[in-house]
């Protein structure tokens, strides 16, 4: 069995629920949601998969709006004990999934809407944005489970970024649930 994750509800709308082959589960927006209601699920020790869905903001132009796999993920909002920004006293720096080839996101506890925001992010090598990426890789690594993330660009991440969210998510959920019918066939 696979688990289905995403941070909101509205992420998922375009999906049928029950989906053949996946459970679902919803674990809220933020890094400490995400990270509880994930443990928790992959308690049960059931799940051979877990593949993430949700929106992402983008902080790199020439990136197309569209569905992306990430491949790694890094946290924007933590230092390290020398101020180095991106680095955490105690969890690696970044987490990788195991699809090569994709794209590397930012994590952060909170909703990024500012362009010098936005350039910190860039200067780590981030293409991507988001409040839960980072967490979902960590723990899945934890209990030894594969991940697969896939994040449909929703907004630049800059000015008025949430308005834009707003009106995209439910564009953003219809495209991911055409990238899993072309992956899973479901």
């Known amino acids: ?8 509800d509205s992420e998922l709308v375009a999906f049928p629920d029950p989906l053949p082959g996946f459970d679902r589960l919803v674990t809220g927006p933020g890094k400490l949601q995400a990270a509880y209601a ?8 059931r799940y051979d ?9 983008s902080v790199d132009a020439s990136l197309p709006r569209a569905v992306h796999e990430v491949s790694e993920a890094l946290q924007h909002d933590v230092t390290d004990i020398d101020g180095v920004v991106g680095q955490h006293i105690s969890l690696p720096a970044r987490v990788h999934t195991s699809i090569p080839g994709g794209v590397t996101i930012a994590t952060g ?4 809407d500012d362009a010098a925001v936005t350039a910190r992010i860039r200067s780590l090598g981030a293409v991507l944005v988001d409040m839960e990426t980072y967490v979902y890789i960590w723990v899945a690594r934890q209990r030894g489970v594969p991940v697969r993330v896939l994040k449909a660009v929703s907004d630049d991440a800059e000015d008025d970024a949430i308005t834009d969210w707003r009106a995209a998510v ?6 991911l649930r055409e990238r899993m019918r072309e992956l899973y066939g479901v």
């Not at 998969?49 to 903001?57: N, R």
């Not at 506890?109 to 990024?112: A, Q, W, Y």
């Open 49 to 57: 998969e877990i593949v993430v869905v949700g929106t992402a903001g």
């Open 109 to 112: 506890d909170s909703f990024v």
């Open 170 to 175: 439910t564009a953003c959920s219809g495209q």
């Open 38 to 45: 994930l443990t928790r699920a992959l308690e049960t020790g």
């Open 1 to 8: 069995m696979k688990l289905l994750v995403a941070a909101l």
